[in-house]
């Protein structure tokens, strides 16, 4: 089965991670890279393989000696995505499209298709990536970029702060409920769009400044060029949990939205009841694992099994204060 994650680092300290030993490369042939511009970041430094293929725990890892994510968040993402992105027999995943690196898949209807898959993680209404629904739901658009510095300047001076991530991540949602028919905005989505949109404050801001201004100069270093911006320090990593959480629930409270969808009509955006809002961590973890991984292996036996039940029990140990659920059993 495969092995436990990796616990919080020892060493939380603001320091240089645009380093030496992590030199940025430019992209080698069948290197490849997603929708997450921290992973790519990552990945092309070195801190993940750079051909963008990687384990929960070399993610866990990256996250928290390149960006000094707490080892909570990492556990929570590494976990959610290997399940529904990843392959469990080869505990491989791609940060991006499907890859036949990550080994032989599983039987259907397991997609293995990498955190590119639509509405399983990666999902509508991103800040720098388009909907789905529009053809490439992964790619750098800068279309959408511009539209985010333009908001910079607007409400933040020419930084991406705190009332630019507010007015930002309500704009996009009207702007899919506009354009978007087939607008989806249910859990797990309407939990990851608010911690994403408070991601760029804490964690691409350098941890000497650590003032939640975060300039388009590095900003376009980050979501377009994959790049550490040079002498960056990462942030201060006893810090980042609380200032994630704080910075997503004040982008939420700015401007409330309920869970929901459009219903195949742009401007038709109607409340699901059956998704969990904000304050509802366990129904989160719950309905993730009940509607979204056991979909993808109705029936898992042998070796499948064990390793789906050892990757949902680490995906568990990110919600303590939640009950356990076991899909396939206790063993
Ligand atoms: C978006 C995965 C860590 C920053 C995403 C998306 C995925 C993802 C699948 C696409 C969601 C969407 O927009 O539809 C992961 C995983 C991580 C991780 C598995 C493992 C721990 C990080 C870290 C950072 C980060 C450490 C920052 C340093 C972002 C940002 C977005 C994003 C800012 C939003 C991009 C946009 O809206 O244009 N991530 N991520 N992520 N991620 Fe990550
Ligand atoms: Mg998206």
């Known amino acids: 089965p495969p092995p436990p994650p990796p616990g919080p680092s020892n060493h939380t300290c603001v320091k240089l991670v645009n380093d030496a030993a992590h030199p940025f490369m430019t992209l080698q042939d069948g290197d490849i890279r997603g929708p997450c511009p921290g992973l790519n970041t990552l990945a092309s430094h070195g801190y993940l393989p750079r051909n963008g293929i990687a384990t929960p ?17 990492a556990i929570l993402l590494a976990y959610a995505t290997i399940l529904v992105d990843g392959n469990p027999l080869t505990n491989l995943m791609s940060i991006g499209g499907k890859s036949p690196l990550t080994g032989m898949d599983p039987p259907q209807p397991a997609i293995v298709g990498g955190l590119d898959t639509h509405a399983v993680f990666e999902g509508d209404t991103s800040m720098t990536r388009a909907d789905s629904f529009f053809g490439d739901n992964h790619s750098f658009n800068q279309t959408l970029f511009d539209q985010f510095a333009n908001f910079s300047n607007q409400f933040g001076d020419g930084n991406y702060n705190l ?20 607008f989806s905005f249910i859990s797990p989505r309407f939990f990851t769009a608010y911690f994403e949109s408070a991601f760029p404050l804490v964690f691409f801001v350098d941890g000497r400044q650590a003032d939640g201004q975060l300039s388009m100069e590095n900003a376009t270093s980050f979501f377009r060029d994959m790049q550490f911006p040079d002498d960056f320090h990462r942030a201060d990593g006893s810090k980042t949990a609380d200032l994630v959480n704080n910075a997503a629930t004040a982008i939420f409270s700015a401007h409330p939205m309920q869970p929901g969808g459009n219903n195949g009509t742009v401007n038709s955006y109607t409340f699901d009841p059956n998704s969990a809002n904000l304050t509802e961590g366990c129904k989160l973890y719950t309905d993730f694992v009940n509607n979204v991984v056991v979909p993808l292996y109705p029936t898992p036996q042998g070796a499948l099994k064990v390793n789906l039940n050892a990757n949902l029990g680490f995906l568990f140990s990110a919600f303590p204060n939640c009950t356990q659920v076991f899909p396939y059993g206790q063993r």
């Open 57 to 73: 725990a070399q993610i866990i890892n990256a996250v928290q000696d390149g960006f000094s994510m707490d080892n909570g968040f």
């Open 163 to 182: 009332t630019a991530a507010e007015e930002y991540r309500f704009f996009r949602i009207q702007q899919s409920i506009a354009e978007n028919p087939q």
